[in-house]
Nanobody
Framework: QVQLLESGGGLVQAGGSLRLSCAAS????????MAWFRQAPGKEREIVAA????????YYADFVKGRFTISRDNAKNTMYLQMNSLKPEDTAVYYC???????????????WGQGTQVTVSS
């Protein structure tokens, strides 16, 4: 049974930082591409960043380039999202997602976590 568990969300002031983690279990982590998505109230879910199986390739949505960094540790079955210079418009539920190798970067992701709330106050 595949499980993805996000952690690290919370309330932060504008300009602050948070680090999200996504721990995976029930699969061979290193063969899958992974991504972070987010969904704000009343808005469509959107991709934030993606990372290839080995971590050698990364993708970022324009609105987070230069502020967020995606990474993964295949030995720990964990993916991360370092979020710096947070803005109020970054407020959303953040989801981690896992897909087969060809999901990278903006293809179909098969497995999803339950989400973690990130709230940025102005």
């Amino acid at each position: 049974q595949v499980q993805l568990l996000e952690s690290g969300g919370g309330l932060v002031q504008a300009g602050g930082s948070l680090r999200l983690s996504c721990a995976a279990s029930g699969l061979t982590f290193s063969v899958f591409a992974m991504a972070w998505f987010r969904q704000a109230p009343g808005k469509e879910r959107e991709i934030v960043a993606a990372i290839s199986r080995t971590g050698t390739s990364t993708y970022y949505a324009d609105f987070v380039k230069g502020r967020f960094t995606i990474s993964r540790d295949n030995a720990k079955n964990t993916m991360y999202l370092q979020m710096n210079s947070l803005k109020p418009e970054d407020t959303a539920v953040y989801y981690c997602a896992l897909g087969y190798w060809n999901a990278y970067p903006t293809g179909e992701y098969r497995y999803w976590g339950q989400g973690t709330q990130v709230t940025v106050s102005s």
